[in-house]
């Protein structure tokens, strides 16, 4: 069955220093890869998807991920953080139907000043 | 692109009760989902919400727990019934304008939360 796993629950990064947040997946064809953001009270914002082709996807807000089969991860970067990008962070991937999306716990990124 | 709108925004609850939650799409969708959102815990899928049909629940969820509507292309409804502190979490419906997620962008409300007391 289809899993998403995010190793780290929290983390917490100065601000204007890079980020890297961590997704691993379970899949068993070709994955559809998602990354999501949910600010406090709001709903969650579709920042970038890998569905084929270059393994390096640019998203919304400068944040790009890398998808990587070898190692059955989809890693979210961002080279500069800024203290509004303090949010959860959700990897998700597809249920193989193409019907609905599965998530990984979230990451929960604070910014320090 | 769909904004998703959802009422409540927030409710507090006494156990055994049943609270509705409702979901409205700016535009027609032909997919309609709902999820549970657990204090510290990933989204997880509770139902399709299928207009002109019974929902598809997930394993582990059941209608009479929660029995979902979805009289049209823009509106869906979700009741917890008899709640128990258990139930308490952010309930989430999201829409998919056409096609699947591989096809399509999926969006989603800001959600409810919900504490049982």
């Known amino acids: 069955a289809q899993s998403v796993t995010q190793p780290d629950i929290h983390i917490t990064v100065s601000e204007g220093a890079s980020l890297e947040l961590r997704c691993n997946y379970s899949?068993?064809?070709?994955?559809?890869l998602f990354w999501y953001v949910q600010s406090p009270g709001q709903g969650l914002q579709l920042l970038l998807k890998?569905?084929?082709?270059?393994?390096l996807v640019q998203g919304i807000k400068g944040f790009e991920a890398e998808f990587k089969r070898s190692q059955s991860s989809f890693n979210l970067r961002k080279p500069s953080v800024h203290w509004s990008d303090a949010a959860e962070y959700f990897c998700?991937?597809?249920?193989?139907?193409?019907?609905?999306?599965?998530f990984g716990k979230g990451t929960t990124l604070s910014v320090s000043s | 692109s769909a904004v998703i709108s959802q009422k409540p925004s927030r409710d507090i609850c006494q156990r055994g009760t049943s609270l509705t939650i409702q979901c409205q799409v700016d535009?027609?969708?032909?997919?309609m989902f709902w999820y549970r959102q657990q204090p510290g815990q990933s989204l997880t899928l509770i139902a399709t919400?299928?207009?002109?049909?019974?929902?598809?629940?997930e394993s582990g969820f059941v209608i009479d727990k929660f029995p979902i509507s979805r009289p049209n292309l823009t509106f869906s409804t979700l009741t917890v019934s008899n709640m128990s502190p258990e139930d308490s979490s952010i309930y989430l419906c999201?829409?998919?304008?056409?096609?699947?997620?591989?096809?399509?962008?999926?969006?989603f409300g800001p959600g409810t939360r919900l504490t049982v007391l």
């Open positions: 998700a991937v597809d249920n193989q139907a193409g019907t609905a999306l599965i």
């Open positions: 999201s829409a998919l304008p056409r096609g699947g997620v591989r096809d399509n962008e999926q969006f």
């Open positions: 535009s027609q969708v032909t997919m």
């Open positions: 899949y068993g064809a070709t994955p559809y």
């Open positions: 919400a299928n207009q002109g049909s019974e929902a598809t629940y």
């Open positions: 890998y569905f084929s082709g270059d393994t």
